[in-house]
């Protein structure tokens, strides 16, 4: 969709003509001068276009954005969520495989829980 030469208002900046469009940005140019707005997300706060068709249709435009967004954080969530669970894993592993390692030096050793449920290590002697 063109925006080049449509007019749109701004609460604080006033009128403007947009002079320049790409996917992710526009320029308009107010009397205090240029300024650059993020494409078409400014249209959902900040500007206001002028003609009723082209503003139905970048509505339509900022709800696929949104639902852009909305994908990819879900997206980043998952893989959060996998990346945890893979660490999880990972120090399971590790922990058992120190189990294993403390069950194989134990041999003739024997523990003993103490008085105030501290291990107490007992050394048989060969």
């Not at 925006?3 to 320049?20: A, S, Y």
């Not at 707005?37 to 509505?59: K, N, R």
């Not at 592993?93 to 829980?113: M, Q």
């Amino acid at each position: 969709m063109n925006l080049i030469d449509k007019i749109v208002e701004h609460k604080q900046f006033g009128k403007g003509l947009i002079t320049k469009q790409s996917q992710e940005k526009i320029t308009v140019q107010f009397d205090i001068g240029e300024k650059i707005f993020q494409y078409p997300m400014a249209f959902e706060q900040f500007l206001v276009l002028m003609d009723e068709t082209l503003s139905t249709e970048i509505s339509k435009s900022i709800q696929s954005k949104k639902d852009e967004i909305e994908i990819e954080n879900n997206a980043k969530k998952e893989k959060e969520a996998d990346d945890q669970n893979e660490s999880v894993k990972v120090n399971k592993a590790k922990t058992t495989a120190k189990a294993k390692r403390v069950k194989k030096s134990a041999k003739g050793v024997k523990v003993i829980k103490g008085e105030n449920g501290e291990e107490i290590i007992l050394h048989k002697e060969n």
